[in-house]
């Protein structure tokens, strides 16, 4: 069975500071896609990156990076110089191919100026 | 823009009520979904549509009915629910099953 584990539930953070959201996942399957998800207040799930499981290379968007790692089975994404737009709740998730994403619980991220 | 959109985005209903939440993606995609997030729960999926043909039902509860009448409208009709089914209601839409998720705004229902 898959399963998705964002361990830290809340991160506070003053703006510019750099900020790392972990997740972990587990599945049985060869091929997989992970992804994150980006809830602000308003509630609407943004799509930030999909990633399949034969794609170990580390991505950057602008302030946005993620470094996928299948020897630990992690999928962590860190925010650059963060802003207080930041502030949101940061879901991962996991799609073992034709089946539906499992969510991990999510990280709410706190951005004071 | 959001290439999802939901109607309407908060509803307070009473238990003995019929509504319905409306669902349109202007995307392209031929799967449609119905997610619902309550507080302290993971993101629970309720219904999958692919082609309008419903290919997924996760034991939701009857008092949860799924209508796909095309690939780019989705409705979840409601009927008297229970004041833990306050939530808030993801709609989402794909090309095909195995491609990105796109989600819409939500529905935030409150049952009284």
């Known amino acids: 069975a898959q399963k998705v584990t964002q361990a830290q539930t809340e991160i506070s953070v003053v703006e510019k500071e750099d900020v790392t959201l972990d997740c972990v996942y587990e599945?049985?399957?060869?091929?997989?896609?992970l992804f994150w998800y980006k809830q602000p207040p308003s509630g609407e799930l943004v799509f930030l990156i999909r990633r399949n499981s034969f794609d170990e290379q580390n991505e950057i968007s602008g302030r946005y990076s993620w470094n996928f790692q299948k020897s630990t089975s992690s999928f962590n994404f860190t925010i650059t110089a963060s802003q207080v737009v930041d502030s949101a709740v940061y879901f991962c998730?996991?799609?073992?191919?034709?089946?539906?994403?499992?969510f991990g619980k999510g990280t709410m991220l706190l951005v004071s100026p | 823009e959001t290439g999802v959109t939901q109607t309407p985005r908060h509803l307070v209903m009473g238990m003995t009520n019929k509504k319905s939440l409306k669902c349109e993606q202007h995307?392209?995609?031929?799967?449609m979904y119905w997610y619902k997030q309550s507080a302290k729960k993971p993101l629970e999926l309720m219904f999958v549509?692919?082609?309008?043909?419903?290919?997924e039902n996760n034991s939701v509860p009857s008092r949860f009915s799924p209508e796909c009448p095309n690939s780019s409208h989705l409705f979840l009709h409601l009927h008297t629910l229970q004041p833990e089914d306050s939530a808030l209601y993801l709609c989402a839409s794909s090309q095909a099953r195995e491609n990105t998720i796109y989600f819409g705004e939500g529905s935030w229902l409150t049952v009284v």
């Open positions: 998730a996991l799609s073992e191919g034709y089946s539906t994403l499992t």
């Open positions: 599945t049985r399957d060869t091929t997989y896609y």
């Open positions: 995307l392209g995609h031929n799967a």
């Open positions: 549509y692919s082609l309008e043909e419903r290919v």
